[in-house]
Each structure stands twice: as C-alpha cells, then as structure tokens.
C-alpha cells in the first residue's frame, strides 16, 4: 500500500510517501522557523505558508519517491492536536486529493504518530529505531513542546493514559527556561549544550511531584524555581524593587555564562529526574516488554543516556526513533500511523463523511 | 477594587470564587502577569471551581484550549497568547466567534494586547486580573472588576 502523508500541525509544512512504514520520500518546508521575541509559531504566517506551499512539497515528495499521485493507494492527514489554523490548511489538502483521486483518506492524531514514528523503516526495511515491531504490554511515552504523556498499550491502537503533565509540558519547561536564559527559540538543544559546560548539583531545583504516589507530573513550578534562582543570583530578589518588577528578559545578560551553563544543567537534570522516576515507578507498576518514547524532547542526549540506564536495569527494550527529524513533527509518522491503522482494522479506518473530517486542536488519544 | 496575597496554590480558590459568585457566563477572565506568576495555576483552580475535573494543561503549545462544563451549557475556552506576536496573529484566532453564547473565555498574558481585547470582547463583561510575585510561594493578586 503507498500512502501519501500531509503534517501541518506545526510550522513545518510535511509530506512522506510511504510503502506500509517504509519511507519513500519526506519532504520539510520551513521558512518560518521563526526566533520571535515571545518564541515558538506564528500561527499566521504558518498557514500562510502550508496554502502557498502544500501543493509544491507534495510534487517533490512524489518525485523523489520516483512515483505519480495515480500510484498512490490511500492518504493520510493529521487533524489534531496541534494549532488549529496550521491544521486546516493540509486537512482541505487531503479532502481535496482524496475526492478528485478517489482513494480513501485515513485522519491520524498526531501524537499516535508520534509513537508509530518507532516502527519506521528506511526504503531497504532497515528500521529507523531499534526495534522492528512493538512487543505488548509497552508504555508508549510523548515527550514534546505541547505533551508530557504516558500510557499503556496492550495491544496496537489500544491506549491507556496512566501519566500526564498537570500543567507545563516538559518541552514547553525547556523553552520557558531557555527564554529566561536569553537563549531564543527553540531552546531545547541550546540547554543541552550550556549544560555541558555546567555542574549539574550548583542549584538545587525541585522535582516535582515526586511524592504525589500518581505517575503524573509538573514542570510549572520547576520552571518559576528557575526564574526564582535567576533573581537570586542577580541580586534584585528580596530587595526593596517594586514587588512584580521580577523580569525576565533583562535578567539573563546579568548572568555569567558559567551561572547559565549551572542553570542549564541543574534543571535539565531536575526535568529528567522527575520525568524518570514517575517512569520507573511505572515500569515495576506494569511491568512492560518495552518503554517506546516519541517526541521532540527524546532528542536530548543526557535523557537517553539515563533512559537506556534505566531500561537496561529492568530488563526493558528501549525504542525511540533515530534521526532527529523523525522524533520531531514530521508526515512520515503519520504515513506509518496510518499503515498500522489500515493493517489492524482494515477499511473501518477511511474517513467516510468529509463533511466530519475537522481539526482537533486539543485531541486526545 | 480586590487585592490580596495568595499563598500558592490553594490561596487561588478565592479569586475564582470571587469571581464566579459575581458574573454568569459569557464572561472573559483576562490574566494578566510575568512567568511563573501563577495565571495557568489559577486557571487551573476556576476550571475545579467550575466542576471541571480534567486536568487543565497549559495551552501555550496549542494556545486554544476548550473544556466542556459540567451539568451547564457553557464552554471554558483557555487562551494562552504567550506566542502570539502581532495583532494580525490575535485576528486569526477569530476570538469574536466564540464571545457570543454561554461561554466562559480565559486569556493569559492579556495584556499583551489590552485593547484589542476590550475591542474584541466588547459586548460582555471582562475581569481583568493582575498577578505580581511577592516570593516564591505568594503572589499578589488585583482586579478592579470584582
């Protein structure tokens, strides 16, 4: 079966053409990978950008997987979770293929995808994670800007949340700090590299809900203990400067960079040692086959590092995509998604009313 | 004119009873404050308030959030404008589609864009809310709706 995937929950405008979960082609289009004050989408310009550019990034990925829209058996689209105006535009995209081609579409949730992202596999069939199918149970863990989640899965498609944030998300955490740090947007891998440089014990920040006994989690307040220290250092905190005046944005050209580098790496390892423990506790609670991770966030390589510690300690298959481009938002996973949808319940996947066919901007699994 | 000091994060009840004791839907609650300063805390405590028993998460990823609430015809629309950067962006959001009907509408970092939001919301009530931090736990809180 060869699917022809669109992605646009984000500012990426995303094209793959898979046959089942081998990727034939991906194609990015970003030109908006904007470093904007505030940080993250502009949610204008990237449905701008998807209507002007959704037709061309489809062309490529077509020929660059050497085939024609006519070889194509079924699509796919994400219709949620992400920001609703990026969504719509590669939903009418599908719809539109769909109807003048008349092969059915199959509307995949984008964080499924995020997990299925571990059953990909190259055009020769080598796998793009390590392993080369799911082994059930398995706690299927989303890791992002937007989603802090874990669940249960029994079974393919059969989903059990056990854990999710309360609040902030762990990649949203990353971004927040790093503002405070006056490391721009996105920020996650800059952390990374500043906390190399830096000593990990220097600040001792929070980890919260380490004793709540749920598998849930919270980064707000680990996030507001940074802005705390930041002022600490500085000296502006608890002195006589009108109360509300904590600012952010002028705060971080008063640090050093070794204080930045002892932030960075004294809360990235308070983020990882919370995410971790609710982990473990949920690993001896179920005991799973394997811990299959997706997401932006698996990208940091001290998070893996400690993953594979703890997998490797309870016998556990570690999983998470490879190429970086593939734990990130991309149509490949969705192209996957889809083929495991089509296997597992065959027709009963197309979408059948377009009419119902919407974005989800708040999509659960 | 309402000021007090909440001790996070129990203290942020009272501003969401106060609140609910005072308007009936539509309504905007506008949240206004630096990081951290307690405003997805607080939307958090008015959504429990409200009945609603799902976590509330920030939506600064997704930056519209909509939360049925319970045994009500009413809606908790949770709007995070933290990313958004100009007011051709804060249009696109189409924030008037949903200022009519029984919906209950929280707007962090409103004040961001205080006029547009009058201007957008101008034909329901709006309670602007300021959060300051005082310490690591406390945070004062003003309005001058309630």
């Given amino acids: 079966m060869k699917i022809l995937a669109i992605d646009t929950s984000c500012d990426d405008t995303s094209v793959a053409i898979s046959e089942n979960n081998k990727i034939l082609s991906n194609v990015f289009w970003s030109k908006i990978k904007t470093h904007s004050k505030w940080g993250g989408v502009v949610p204008l310009e990237a449905r701008r950008q998807h209507e002007e550019f959704l037709k061309p990034v489809i062309d490529t990925a077509l020929s660059e997987a050497n085939i024609t829209l006519d070889d194509i058996d079924m699509f796919a689209v994400t219709y949620g979770p992400g920001l609703a105006i990026a969504l719509e535009p590669g939903i009418e995209k599908a719809k539109e293929l769909s109807i003048t081609t008349g092969k059915p579409l199959i509307a995949v949730n984008h964080m499924i995808g995020h997990i299925y992202a571990n059953l990909a596999s190259d055009k020769s069939g080598s796998s793009y994670s390590s392993i080369s199918d799911f082994e059930f149970p398995l706690l299927a863990l989303t890791i992002s800007g937007g989603h802090t989640d874990l669940y249960v899965m029994d079974d393919h498609f059969k989903f059990e949340q056990i854990g999710r944030t309360l609040d902030d998300a762990i990649?949203?955490?990353?971004?927040?700090?790093?503002?405070?740090?006056?490391?721009?947007?996105p920020a996650g891998y800059k952390i990374e590299q500043s906390a190399n440089e830096g000593n990990p014990h220097a600040y001792n920040f929070p980890r919260p809900m380490k004793g709540s006994g749920d598998l849930n989690w919270s980064y707000s307040g680990l996030k507001t203990a940074v802005l705390y220290q930041i002022h600490k250092i500085i000296g502006d905190y608890g002195s006589d400067q009108k109360e509300g005046e904590l600012k952010m944005d002028d705060a971080s050209s008063k640090l050093s960079s070794q204080q930045i580098s002892?932030?960075?790496?004294?809360?990235?390892?308070?983020?990882?040692?919370?995410?971790?423990?609710?982990?473990?506790?949920?690993?001896?609670?179920?005991?799973?086959?394997?811990?299959?991770?997706?997401?932006?966030?698996?990208?940091?390589?001290?998070?893996?590092?400690?993953?594979?510690r703890i997998c490797d300690n309870f016998g556990i298959i570690l999983s998470y995509p490879k190429p970086m481009w593939l734990c990130t938002d991309n149509a490949s996973m969705i192209a996957v998604a889809a083929s495991y949808m089509y296997e597992v319940s065959g027709e009963a996947c197309f979408v059948l009313d377009f009419d119902k066919l919407d974005r989800v901007p708040n999509l659960a699994i | 004119m309402f000021e007090f000091t909440a001790i996070l994060p129990k203290d942020l009840e009272i501003p969401a009873k106060s609140i609910l004791s005072q308007?009936?839907?539509?309504?905007?609650?506008?949240?206004?404050?630096?990081?951290?300063?307690?405003?997805?805390?607080?939307?958090?405590?008015?959504?429990?308030?409200?009945?609603?028993?799902?976590?509330?998460?920030?939506?600064?990823?997704?930056?519209?959030?909509?939360?049925?609430?319970?045994?009500?015809?009413?809606i908790l629309h949770h709007i995070d404008l933290y990313r958004i950067n100009d007011v051709n962006e804060l249009k696109e959001l189409k924030l008037e589609e949903i200022s009519d009907s029984q919906n209950i509408i929280v707007v962090e970092w409103a004040d961001k864009f205080t006029s547009e939001i009058k201007s957008i919301f101008n034909n329901i009530p709006i309670v602007w809310l300021n959060?300051?931090?005082?310490?690591?736990?406390?945070?004062?809180?003003t309005s001058n709706d309630l």
């Fill in chain 1, 171 to 185: 990649g949203e955490s990353f971004d927040k700090v790093g503002r405070m740090l006056g490391m721009g947007f």
């Fill in chain 2, 131 to 141: 959060f300051e931090h005082i310490s690591e736990t406390s945070r004062r809180i």
């Fill in chain 2, 23 to 74: 308007y009936k839907a539509p309504f905007v609650v506008a949240l206004c404050g630096e990081l951290g300063s307690g405003k997805t805390a607080f939307v958090g405590q008015f959504a429990k308030e409200l009945g609603i028993t799902s976590p509330i998460s920030s939506p600064t990823f997704i930056i519209h959030s909509e939360y049925p609430v319970p045994e009500t015809e009413s």
């Fill in chain 1, 262 to 308: 002892d932030i960075s790496a004294s809360f990235q390892i308070a983020a990882i040692e919370s995410l971790v423990f609710k982990i473990e506790r949920a690993m001896q609670k179920y005991t799973p086959k394997m811990l299959v991770v997706g997401g932006g966030v698996i990208t940091n390589t001290a998070l893996r590092t400690t993953l594979e």
